[in-house]
């Protein structure tokens, strides 16, 4: 079975320039999140998916950042425009009832604004 | 909010010790995950433990709910141990499946 994948696994934009990541949660895992680790830091919660519907966005800096995810399977974050505060690892985990509420999480996407 | 506190911040190891990670939580959780993430930034699923103990391999787990901390063993480590250990918990009263996460244990494993 395929973990929860995202793309890309870096990327290196400048200020003031868009980004938009990528998530495949698990077959069949209504449950998708994002979540963020900025340099020296702890791992934040950013929101939750429940299939399309965003169950919990309370975590989202701000109104730059817009997560979609249509038809319940993947998921995008997009960034625009991006700062300099926004460098960091980006998360994407997901889970479901059938998993014991486990939840997964992807390799991360490097996002590095310069 | 919750609060999880992980200790101790930083461990160095020689290859071949044990060593008891700790992570405390100040609230009722349903959810509470061990994670390793290696030198290569992936954050790997360890344990699902709200209470109990599991054991997998040379790592086992025990988290005392009604005490609100969770451990986290590491027998005969070995270099490929090294990275940094979160410990995160699901607060009870949430409804969302919102993982809070501790700061983490940095571990060095020597050889």
């Known amino acids: 079975e395929a973990g929860v994948t995202q793309f890309p696994s870096h990327s290196v934009i400048e200020k003031g320039q868009t980004v938009t990541l990528r998530c495949d949660p698990i077959?069949?895992?209504?449950?998708l999140y994002w979540y963020r680790r900025v340099m020296g830091k702890e791992i934040k919660f950013l929101l939750h998916f429940v299939k399309e519907s965003k169950q919990d966005e309370s975590g989202m800096p701000n109104n730059r950042f817009l997560a979609e995810r249509t038809g319940g399977t993947y998921s995008t974050l997009k960034v625009q425009p991006a700062e300099l505060e926004d460098s960091g690892v980006y998360f994407c985990a997901s889970s479901s009832q059938s998993s014991g509420n486990t939840i997964y999480f992807g390799e991360g996407s490097w996002l590095t604004v310069v | 909010g919750i609060q999880v506190e992980q200790s101790p911040p930083d461990l160095i190891l020689q290859e071949g010790a044990n060593s008891t990670l700790r992570c405390n939580f100040s609230?009722?959780?349903?959810?509470l995950q061990w994670f390793h993430q290696n030198p290569w930034g992936q954050l790997i699923n360890l344990f699902y433990i709200p209470s109990g103990t599991k054991q997998n391999g040379r790592l086992s787990a025990t988290t005392v709910a009604t005490e609100r901390y969770s451990l986290l063993y590491i027998s005969s480590s070995q270099t490929t141990d090294s990275g940094v250990y979160f410990c995160?918990?699901?607060?009870?009263?949430?409804?969302?499946?919102?993982?809070?996460f501790g700061s983490g244990t940095r571990l060095l494993v020597r050889p």
């Open positions: 995160a918990v699901e607060r009870s009263m949430d409804s969302s499946y919102k993982l809070i």
């Open positions: 609230d009722s959780v349903n959810n």
């Open positions: 077959s069949g895992h209504d449950n």
